[in-house]
């Protein structure tokens, strides 16, 4: 009993040791933190050096609804057309400012005047006059007019400019995946090289054909600095396009793109009456033809005689006498050698100008649809035709992996199936591209992308 408790003593029991070990563990735990904030706070005290594309605060990866929203806030065209519409609103009120008559109050102060004089030297004048109501109504209604043309312009400039980021958008999509592609196709390509030295170190390979194998990969990398180069074109276009600062980096979120950009649009249910019905640019003719046609009304009222305001209060005044005057009457043009007939003549033949250039439009735009409608047809199979490729290419690709693991097929045959199977599903994008583009440009022709992406509605 004695030897127990002095071994008891001497040794520490089983959760002795634990409660010991536990309380390292929390010993090391907290000396490992303390040094990580030391470090971390160090690390923050030095200055990070700028690279070639400064990184700001992350907010999160850029989709395409997402890059549209940033430049419907940012992007300095669309700011230029909003100062535009006001601008115009400005001249509304202008207008209407124009119903009531101008007053003027005229002071003069006679240094001096003339002998026997005996007026006051100072002179106070009121005048209301320059009062047309006719010219002043139909002033309002052109502004209003053009304060509509210029939302209109505005809105087809958004539509535009979403039109252009959604093509960027698509072919960064695109760009991303030929990079991958073709740095697969120049792993393949190595691997041919590796195979031919080793051949050729045992005296069994041409070395003509092992330099035209390294040409290959020459020209493969040379295809992915000019695909890399485009791809930054590219994103400095959208930039651009966004109001983006061009030295930030941008986090693009491509996956998807066709449905971030289409929202699942095809263009099989739009019609030609449609594109009449949305078109911004007809839109903006038709008020166009309604400014023109206020401009001849306008010159048919010249004709009339403008109507006649006065009212007057002269006080010292060396040639008139003091008083109040008040007169109502008309003042008309006799002669002006037919100026204000010629000018009716005029706005109604730059009326009809207007009217042909609406038809000219309307003819450009059903010969653009039906274009549109033949690409998308066209296109259709040809990306029909280039998946089918792309199968049969993987296909021919197991088949031969299996002959080359049965012995039957060289090695640098079934590389080629497999660089083969990568350059099919490289034309496959190529035709999935002229499809995506071909939407674009009719959902643009009908009114607009944010018409059926519900996503990117403003």
């Not at 003593?9 to 010991?20: D, H, M, T």
């Not at 006065?310 to 109040?324: A, L, P």
């Amino acid at each position: 009993m004695i030897t127990f408790m002095m071994r008891a003593a001497g040794n520490p029991s089983f959760s002795e040791k634990v409660l010991i070990r536990r309380r390292g563990a929390k010993i090391l735990y907290a000396s490992g933190l303390a040094l990580g904030v030391m470090v971390c706070a160090l690390f923050w005290a030095i200055p990070a050096s700028a690279g070639p594309e400064l990184k700001p605060q992350s907010y999160g990866y850029f989709d395409f609804p997402t890059c549209v929203r940033y430049a419907l806030v940012h992007s300095e065209s669309f700011i230029k057309n909003r100062l535009d519409i006001q601008l115009k609103s400005i001249d509304v009120k202008d207008a209407h400012s124009e119903i009531l008559p101008t007053i003027t109050v005229n002071t003069r102060y006679y240094i001096a005047r003339a002998s026997g004089s005996t007026a006051d030297p100072i002179n106070v004048s009121l005048y209301m006059t320059n009062w047309n109501p006719y010219l002043a109504l139909l002033k309002i209604k052109a502004s209003s007019i053009l304060v509509d043309v210029a939302k209109l312009t505005h809105f087809d400039k958004i539509n535009q400019n979403i039109s252009d980021m959604g093509k960027l958008f698509y072919r960064i999509h695109v760009l991303k995946k030929l990079i991958r592609a073709h740095k697969q196709m120049v792993a393949f390509e190595r691997d041919k090289v590796d195979y031919g030295k080793s051949r050729g170190d045992q005296g069994a390979f041409d070395p003509l054909e092992l330099k035209v194998w390294q040409n290959k990969v020459r020209g493969q990398r040379i295809r992915i600095a000019e695909l890399q180069n485009e791809l930054d074109e590219k994103v400095t276009m959208l930039k651009a396009l966004m109001g983006y600062h061009p030295d930030f980096y941008l986090p693009l979120d491509t996956r998807d793109a066709a449905n971030q950009v289409l929202s699942g649009f095809n263009g099989q249910y739009v019609t030609f009456a449609d594109v009449q019905g949305a078109n911004l640019a007809l839109k903006i003719i038709a008020k166009n033809e309604q400014f023109q046609s206020n401009n001849v009304t306008a010159a048919y009222v010249a004709l009339l005689p403008r109507p006649g305001l006065v009212f007057e209060d002269i006080n010292n005044q060396v040639d008139r006498t003091s008083g109040f005057n008040f007169a109502l009457g008309l003042d008309y043009t006799l002669w002006d050698g037919f100026i204000r007939v010629r000018d009716i003549k005029r706005q109604k033949m730059r009326a009809q100008q207007i009217k042909l250039e609406r038809e000219m439009l309307s003819q450009k735009l059903y010969g653009n649809f039906k274009q549109l409608r033949g690409m998308l047809g066209l296109s259709g199979e040809k990306e029909a035709y280039y998946r089918e490729q792309a199968r049969l290419a993987e296909l021919s690709e197991e088949k031969a992996f299996i002959g080359y693991k049965g012995g039957s097929l060289p090695y640098e045959e079934y590389v080629e199936k497999r660089i083969g199977k990568v350059e099919a599903h490289i034309s496959a994008l190529s035709g999935s591209q002229e499809r995506v583009i071909s939407l674009i440009d009719m959902a643009t022709l009908a009114g607009g992308l944010n018409r059926y992406n519900a996503r990117i509605r403003h």
